[in-house]
Every structure is written in structure tokens, then in C-alpha cells.
């Protein structure tokens, strides 16, 4: 499938990197609706502030959407399903890993999640529930199956100043390596070809070494 997905740490200064928005506007080129899938179901003036604040981050750049919309616990699952299967970006968002994918089960959207053409992007939570297996750090170092849009196991906000985010890294990395992305970072993935801008480390056995995007490929090819 020529599907474009990118995976994202954080933007704490609510801004994309140039680099980053460049890469959003070659790979969007249409624009019509752009569909928010919350990580705080019902926290619902929460997530009508971060769904306008985060379209913000893409009209500053050009390359704002006709419509946006957020999935929350609000959604009928008759139109949840229905805004996945117009979007033209679908656009995990950050919060908790585990409340979203219950969502994503309990409004019936998880395969058309997976099977719709639209570009999926995912923040920090987001970017989690996208990998094949997911593990909420906060929540339990017990994993869980994610969307599978890689064979990868994301983990966001990387920062060797955080030791107790960086601490129970390294121990999920004991058992499967983990994608550590820190904040501005991106992961672009189109096809078979990966891309990304940032920094990213790899850590595998609680071993941090520089991410490689051959990683994934490789990680694929020893778990097929």
C-alpha cells in the first residue's frame, strides 16, 4: 500500500520544525479532513483545545485542512467510523497509550484504522499505539499489540536528563528493543522506505546506541 505514516515524539513549542513540515506538505497533498483520534477519551474541552491547537500547528505552515475533527468518547461509533473512512489524515494523538487504544476498540474504528489509505501520524502516545507492540511505560511494562504499522516499539520524550522515563527504557528494553525518540523528533515511513529527522536512539538489552532506520528493517526481518 502507498500509505504515508510518521511517527512523532513532541512539539513542545507547538511548532513543527521546518524540516518536519516540509515533509508533511509534500506527503499531504490533500487536505479535506483531518481526523483526531484522542488519548483522553473523556476529557472533552481537553481535546477540542489540543485537536485546534494542533490543526494551528499545520495552517501556520500552509498546509492547514478543510475541516479537523476529534474522536473522543462524544463519538457515536457509527460516525467515528465514518470521519476514518473520509479522512485524508488520520492523526493519533498524545495522552495516555492504553485509554486510546481502548477507544480505538470500543468505537470499532481499529481496522479501518489499519485499513484505510489516509496518511496516520501519531504523537507520543499516538506514535506508540502505532508500532506493532506497545508498552505504556506509566501505565504497566506488561506489552500490548498496537496498530502494526512497523515492527517497532516506540517510546517519546527521550532525554538523558529524565532518568526515571530513561530507567524503565532500558528495562523494557530487556526483553525488545525500543525506539527512543526525543521531543522535535520524526520517524517517516512510506512503503518500505524510512526516513527520519531529529534524535533517536536504539536501545536494546540497556544498550542506547544511535537509531538507524535500517533497524526496522532489520528488526522485520528477524521477526517474520
Given at each position: 500500500?502507498?500509505?504515508?505514516?510518521?511517527?512523532?515524539?513532541?512539539?513542545?513549542?507547538?511548532?513543527?520544525?521546518?524540516?518536519?513540515?516540509?515533509?508533511?506538505?509534500?506527503?499531504?497533498?490533500?487536505?479535506?479532513?483531518?481526523?483526531?483520534?484522542?488519548?483522553?477519551?473523556?476529557?472533552?474541552?481537553?481535546?477540542?483545545?489540543?485537536?485546534?491547537?494542533?490543526?494551528?500547528?499545520?495552517?501556520?505552515?500552509?498546509?492547514?485542512?478543510?475541516?479537523?475533527?476529534?474522536?473522543?468518547?462524544?463519538?457515536?461509533?457509527?460516525?467515528?467510523?465514518?470521519?476514518?473512512?473520509?479522512?485524508?489524515?488520520?492523526?493519533?494523538?498524545?495522552?495516555?497509550?492504553?485509554?486510546?487504544?481502548?477507544?480505538?476498540?470500543?468505537?470499532?474504528?481499529?481496522?479501518?484504522?489499519?485499513?484505510?489509505?489516509?496518511?496516520?501520524?501519531?504523537?507520543?502516545?499516538?506514535?506508540?499505539?502505532?508500532?506493532?507492540?506497545?508498552?505504556?511505560?506509566?501505565?504497566?511494562?506488561?506489552?500490548?499489540?498496537?496498530?502494526g504499522f512497523a515492527d517497532i516499539t516506540v517510546i517519546g520524550h527521550f532525554s538523558y536528563e529524565a532518568e526515571e522515563r530513561l530507567d524503565l527504557m532500558k528495562r523494557v528494553s530487556m526483553n525488545r528493543p525500543v525506539c527512543a525518540m526525543a521531543d522535535e523528533s520524526a520517524i517517516f515511513i512510506r512503503n518500505t522506505q524510512v526516513t527520519?529527522?531529529?534524535?533517536?536512539?536504539?536501545?536494546?538489552?540497556?544498550?542506547?546506541?544511535?537509531?538507524?532506520?535500517?533497524?526496522?528493517?532489520?528488526?522485520?526481518?528477524?521477526?517474520?
Amino acid at each position: 500500500m502507498n500509505r504515508f505514516f510518521a511517527y512523532f515524539s513532541g512539539f513542545p513549542t507547538h511548532h513543527f520544525p521546518n524540516e518536519i513540515a516540509a515533509r508533511l506538505k509534500k506527503e499531504i497533498p490533500v487536505r479535506s479532513n483531518l481526523i483526531f483520534v484522542s488519548a483522553w477519551p473523556f476529557d472533552y474541552s481537553r481535546n477540542d483545545d489540543d485537536a485546534a491547537g494542533m490543526h494551528e500547528m499545520f495552517a501556520e505552515q500552509g498546509i492547514g485542512f478543510e475541516h479537523f475533527y476529534v474522536i473522543d468518547d462524544r463519538t457515536e461509533s457509527k460516525q467515528a467510523l465514518k470521519l476514518i473512512t473520509e479522512a485524508s489524515c488520520v492523526y493519533l494523538m498524545g495522552g495516555n497509550a492504553t485509554e486510546q487504544m481502548r477507544l480505538i476498540c470500543d468505537k470499532g474504528i481499529r481496522d479501518a484504522i489499519i485499513a484505510c489509505s489516509a496518511a496516520t501520524l501519531g504523537v507520543s502516545a499516538g506514535s506508540m499505539n502505532m508500532g506493532k507492540t506497545t508498552v505504556d511505560i506509566w501505565e504497566s511494562l506488561v506489552p500490548y499489540e498496537g496498530l502494526g504499522f512497523a515492527d517497532i516499539t516506540v517510546i517519546g520524550h527521550f532525554s538523558y536528563e529524565a532518568e526515571e522515563r530513561l530507567d524503565l527504557m532500558k528495562r523494557v528494553s530487556m526483553n525488545r528493543p525500543v525506539c527512543a525518540m526525543a521531543d522535535e523528533s520524526a520517524i517517516f515511513i512510506r512503503n518500505t522506505q524510512v526516513t527520519c529527522a531529529g534524535e533517536i536512539h536504539w536501545i536494546d538489552k540497556g544498550i542506547i546506541t544511535e537509531f538507524s532506520s535500517n533497524l526496522i528493517q532489520i528488526h522485520e526481518e528477524q521477526n517474520r
